[in-house]
């Protein structure tokens, strides 16, 4: 059983067993980068510790003598009061979780060998403000006393000196800092161990512990990362960044994280230790600023930027330090960044031939792309922008402000949209992070813990808004005089690193080239069709221009809906016979063929799908409660009434209203839902089919009398049998024909593929249709008895917590049920049928891994809603790669 691995023996493909950041270090120092001595304790000990709760055997001997190892190496002694060797205790999870656990420096200094470092570094303030760092992490991490009471010393010390940052303090006073937190450990009842080999263990058990903090469990619980990873533990000689002007410490990532540019992009601190840059204490540098300030480093820096992204292919997020002059690579690790990095990042490095255009492609998550087709603020110039900070990642977010994390997870419970304002944000404001609808800081730069997390969640984030007070104990807000409280509403927009005072107009994004590019690719990968769902001329066009090609599903009810002509739909339904109806479809007709010849003059070339009528009538009645209502008034009216003219008119208006009441009545049903609708309605009521087909075709006719070419596709709903869709298809066929006349038009027929039974009896029901399109949005509802209005509101969220689905199967389509009840439709009907043309149109055709699955068992295309058909795009090319 073999605990640790040096450096020397690992590489990048370790990360499960040495863990993402001494990985990393091992394959720095196999690609010859200046990379600190160590060795590094594998995830396999810390989950053996975590199993027994110590140490497991052999594990403390090997840690000795590895420790011996390194002395060797870097010539020093641990414990030394000559030249002593300290030592970095620092966690790497497999799977990186940004400050999420601990990390210990400067391990091995004590009273003695202090005065080894003060000697050998001949900089008696920098061993001191070294020691006194080692005391304040140790403490707060092994022995939990809190993090305030160190700071409250340091604070005391420089006001009492007059210093303005921590890096003014003198040596004497840092030693009188050190002596005073021995009495916080004091005060706690614990001692700081003077023992370098203890203080080692400790530290290493520390960070054992962390891997089963609360803060990391939630991080863990929210990014859907496993908790049997375990983390592993990296022991690095310690090199310093603090040592005066000649050093420097750092982050830097190779290519812009939030836009993606290429371009080193980072930010340093002359004279500072890690943590430094990190907890904002003093405003870091831009990375670029280093090339003047320490040019050979900075040299060396960029060669081993270079170095490390051809090497990982991907852009690199980078720490590095600078001791005395020398450049030092601390870390390296694959680079979190905003979707727009993301794609950019991918189509150059593909443009650049690091990577193919397939691997571009596989690194794009499709729901990525949601928010860079997502508004942005649009100005109009009568806004208030309250303030200006750092555009940490971009877009627009609305919603009220919250000062903490607890309030914006009570809030949210309640669907309030808030934005968390903070001072700054830390690793305990992750859960309040992942339900507000963006962030807005005070401090911060753009590698800044809100920055990060910000991105990596693709929520719209302003950091750095330097002239605004963040009160959270008063839960306010003070900008150039203007107070907010929590509740107040703001907009965030983080494109432009603004924040302004309420409800802002939003439009949609301009989508940039790289995505352009990133989708025609895609569109060379994928094999399946991509069309839209639109239900009006409007959304058609949005759907041409995300590339749809054609439309999967118009729902034609919903052009009834609108001014005059929910009231011809209302006397229609109230028609005493098929006469009367006729008259009153007759009167609609001419809309009707003016939207379909819009939709199919929008879609020219392309195959548009034209539903029939499909809900329970009832919808477009008004509601009961409001007709009673309009009766009472009427009553009331009508005894006040003294003209016999106007009691006329009162009481044909009650006669009306009774008579829809009457209506109302008579189409109520129990289960509306599996009522009165879809080819039922067809097959009582042939003349409202009739002339929607009627309707199509003369569109059509329109269109093509244009010189445009149009492919008219007919669909019934809601079929379950085969006679049902051969009685339709004989009336409807007979009516098109009619229509058509001597105009040479093809059209073709075709059913919703929606009810369980339908599934299983394809194979007749497709000698009958020229097409299937499934509509999952009524077979999931079908298959598992769930009521597709009610499920979501009702007990989704619970069943989703309880794992009795893994997906609300709404979104997802559910593989294993109502999956295969599409698998073998799709079997039995291409039997019947084996041309048939095969689409899905359910809600669930936008989604990725549904749009996966129906790549896998063949279907021909999906339908996806206007804003979501890039996201489509790009899913099935990543399905056929
Ligand atoms: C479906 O049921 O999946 C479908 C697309 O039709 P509707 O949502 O209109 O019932
Ligand atoms: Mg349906």
Known sequence: NRYIYTFEEGGKEMANLLGGKGAGLAEMKKLGLNVPDGFIITTKACIAYQKSNKMPEGLNDSIKENMKVLEKKTGKG???DKNPLLVSVRSGAPISMPGMMDTILNVGLNDRSLKGLTESTKNRRFALDSYRRLKQMFGTVVYNLPH???????????????????????????????????EVYKKHGKTFPQDPEKQLFLSIEAVFNSWNSPRAIAYREINKISNDLGTAVNIVSMVFGNTGNNSATGVAFTRNPNTGEKELFGEYLLNAQGEDVVAGIRTPRKISE????????????????????????????????IENGKFFMLQTRNGKRSARATVRIAVEMAKEGLITMEEAVLRVSPESLDILFHPQVKKSGKERVLGHGLAASPGAAIGQIVFSSDRAVELSRNKVKVILVRPETT???????????????????????????????????????????????????????????????????????EFLLGVTDLEESQVGEHIEVLLKWSDTYRKLGIRSNANTPEEAIIARRNGGEGIGLARTERMFLGGDRIEIMRSMIMSKNAEDRQFNLTKLLPMQISDFTEF???????????????PPLHEFLPDKEEVLNRIYSLKIKMIKANELKEIDELMTGINRENEMLGVIRSLEEFN???????????????????????????????????????????????????????????????????????????????????????CVVADKIAAYADFFSFG??????????????????????????????????????????????????VERGRKGNKNLEIGICGEQGGDPETIEFCHKIGLDYVSASPYRIPIARLSAARAAL
């Open 672 to 758: 509306p839902m599996l009522g009165f609708r879809g080819c039922r309605l067809g097959i009582s009521f042939p003349e409202i089919y009739e002339t929607q087909v009627r309707a199509i075709i003369r569109a059509a006719i329109n269109v093509m009398s244009e010189g445009k070419k149009i492919i008219p596709e007919i669909m019934i709903p809601l079929v379950g049998t085969e006679r049902e869709l051969s009685i339709l298809r004989e009336r409807l066929e007979k009516v098109a024909l009619d229509e058509k006349g001597h105009y040479n038009i093809s059209y073709k027929f075709g059913t919703m593929i929606e009810i369980p039974r339908a």
């Open 427 to 497: 690793a305990d404001d992750v859960r309040g992070m992942s339900v507000s609808e963006g962030f807005l800081t005070q401090k911060g730069g753009m590698t800044s813990h809100a920055a990060v997390v910000s991105r990596a969640m693709g929520k719209p984030a302003v950091v750095g808004v330097e002239s605004m007070k963040v009160n959270v104990r008063e839960r306010s807000l003070t900008i150039d005089g203007t107070i907010l409280r929590e509740g107040d509403i703001i907009t965030v927009d983080g494109t432009n690193g």
């Open 600 to 614: 199919f003059r929008t879609m020219e070339g392309f195959p548009v799908i034209i539903r029939l009528l499909d």
């Open 776 to 825: 999952t949005n009524d077979l999931t509802q079908m298959t598992f008895g769930y009521s597709r209005d009610d499920a979501e509101g009702k007990f989704m969220a619970k069943y989703l917590e309880e794992k009795i689905v893994p997906n609300d199967p709404f979104r997802t389509v559910d593989a294993e049920g109502v999956g295969e009840l599409m698998k073998m439709a």
């Open 78 to 80: 641990f414990g030394s």
């Open 290 to 321: 280093l090339e003047k300030q320490l040019p050979d480093a900075y040299r060396d820096f960029v060669k081993s930027a270079e170095i490390l992204e051809k090497n990982y292919r991907d852009m690199q997020d980078m720490e590095f330090t």
């Open 148 to 182: 305030d009471e160190f700071e409250e010393i340091i604070q005391e010390k420089k006001e009492k000196y007059g210093r303005k940052n921590d890096t003014d303090l003198k040596a004497d006073e840092l030693e009188e800092i050190g002596k005073e937190f021995d």
